[in-house]
């Protein structure tokens, strides 16, 4: 016995959504624990780019940040939009997804800034 199409498309984006939650968590704490470190340590704006920007290890971690918001915030818009507002769950699909390709571009684009005023690429 199979499951139905939109029970197998709701559990994957289930998964999908607890997944990426998952990497959220880890980045958030890497994250503000870095942010606490340089605000101990007094790093001016110029010291932090000088010491992150450029770092290839650094661009991967924030792709890896972005693209794990990107994925999770999306669907669980797209819960909101079509439970709270009774939008039908294809219509709010497809604004969700507009919203995560939108919200990826823009934080692809911030990460690629700072990458290069660190002299990357």
Excluded at 82 to 111: N, R
């Amino acid at each position: 016995m199979s499951a139905r199409p939109d029970t197998l498309g709701e559990t994957r984006l289930w998964l999908a959504q607890r997944f990426s939650a998952a990497v959220l968590a880890i980045c958030v704490v890497i994250h503000l624990g870095g942010m606490i470190m340089t605000v101990q340590a007094g790093l001016t704006a110029a010291e932090i780019i000088g010491r992150v920007g450029g770092h290839a290890g650094w661009f991967a971690f924030y792709v890896v940040f972005v693209l794990a918001a990107a994925i999770h915030a999306p669907i669980g818009l797209r819960t909101v939009l079509s439970e709270m507002m009774a939008i039908p769950k294809h219509h709010a699909g497809l604004l969700a997804l507009v919203f995560g390709l939108f919200q990826a571009a823009l934080g692809l684009k911030a990460v690629w800034g700072f990458y290069r005023l660190g002299g990357g690429a």
